[in-house]
């Protein structure tokens, strides 16, 4: 059996843009953890545009839109799909195919056989066989956070298939905050969150705890609205089952990321939230030197925190639709003039 950790953002990396909604209840105030099943999930937020698919026996959520060139767009760990709710129809209406998906576990995805959590780099296996049995040849990547970290494993195992690669906010590793002065609310959140009986590592975050983290780590803690508070509250309170997020430790644990990053060649662009407090610009000047043979372009974003997409989506999707049909690094055919 894996074993099981605390996915990086949960105690100390932010994967939605902050909420200024106050703290109504402490963890120690919920007296037992108010779970919601896969169906009560689906009911409450499927899509009209939701479709599912069988991957590797387990259930995937995905959404398949548009018509063009193909955008993948891959979320962090404990997000979903939903990440892109904002970002997904402007890339469609600039004439691309954008396809999305929950994680197995995640969103509305159901979970998978413990068979696919033991492989190394599970993600990347889930990623490759959706673009299969969509008929996707090549596609663009977009990921933020843990699924930026997908798009870089799967773009150096497969290069003839990602046109091109858009990192936000994506670790080298595990992004484990050390040094990060956390807000009171949230350390005080992070020591009372309820645990459930049995395996230390199932826990249950309360309402309040969101909300304290959300605050903590937006780069403008006035962005977000209480529907998406509820929205991740919900999303994370589904019971547990081993390898509730076995993302983290697949991507972020993984072996090899430096050799992987050393082995990409599509253009790049590093579309990264300034305020991040765990992953700060320096983060992605790191990033940028580890990626030795892909063309590299970064953009910061001074005033956006962990997650872009969330905090930000328009200015998000304007920015990848720039990079992908104006700034797109490209190989001239002729010499440079020195040489002519």
Do not use: C
Request: net charge positive; proline share 10%.
């Amino acid at each position: 059996m894996r074993r099981m950790t605390f996915p990086h953002i949960l105690p100390v990396l932010a994967l939605m843009a902050g909420l200024s909604l106050p703290v109504t209840a402490t963890a120690a105030q919920t007296p037992s953890p108010a779970y919601l099943t896969q169906a009560e999930l689906e009911r409450r937020y499927r899509l009209p545009q939701s479709r599912f698919i069988q991957i590797e026996d387990a259930r995937i959520h995905y959404i398949d839109e548009g018509k063009g060139p193909v955008i993948v767009l891959l979320h962090g760990s404990s997000g979903s799909l939903r990440t892109y709710d904002h970002v997904a129809p402007r890339l469609v209406a600039r004439g691309y195919r954008v396809i999305r998906y929950d994680e197995p576990n995640m969103g509305l995805s159901g979970p998978a056989p413990q068979t696919l959590y033991d492989r190394p780099l599970y993600p990347v296996i889930v990623l490759e066989r959706m673009l299969t049995k969509l008929g996707v040849r090549s596609a663009s990547l977009v990921g933020v956070s843990s699924g930026g970290a997908a798009a870089f494993f799967f773009a150096a195992r497969h290069p003839e298939k990602v046109e091109h690669l858009v990192l936000s906010n994506t670790p080298m590793g595990r992004a484990d905050g050390k040094g990060v002065a956390l807000s009171r609310d949230l350390a005080r959140e992070l020591a009372q969150s309820t645990p459930v009986k049995g395996r230390k590592s199932k826990i249950y975050r309360p309402l309040s705890y969101w909300q304290a983290f959300f605050r903590f780590y937006t780069g403008e803690p006035d962005r977000a609205s209480s529907a998406l508070l509820s929205q991740f509250y919900d999303m994370n309170r589904r019971k547990p089952v081993p390898d509730r997020l076995a993302m983290v430790e697949a991507l972020d644990d993984a072996a090899g990321v430096a050799e992987a990053l050393d082995a990409i060649t599509a253009p790049t662009l590093l579309l990264w939230g300034a305020r991040d407090p765990v992953l700060p610009p320096k983060k992605a000047a790191d990033l940028q030197q580890a990626l030795h043979h892909a063309q590299v372009s970064t953009l910061m974003m001074p005033d956006v925190g962990h997650y872009p997409p969330l905090e930000v989506p328009e200015r998000f999707a304007d920015s990848v639709l720039a990079y992908l049909q104006s700034v797109t690094p490209v190989h001239p055919k002729a010499p440079p003039p020195s040489e002519r």
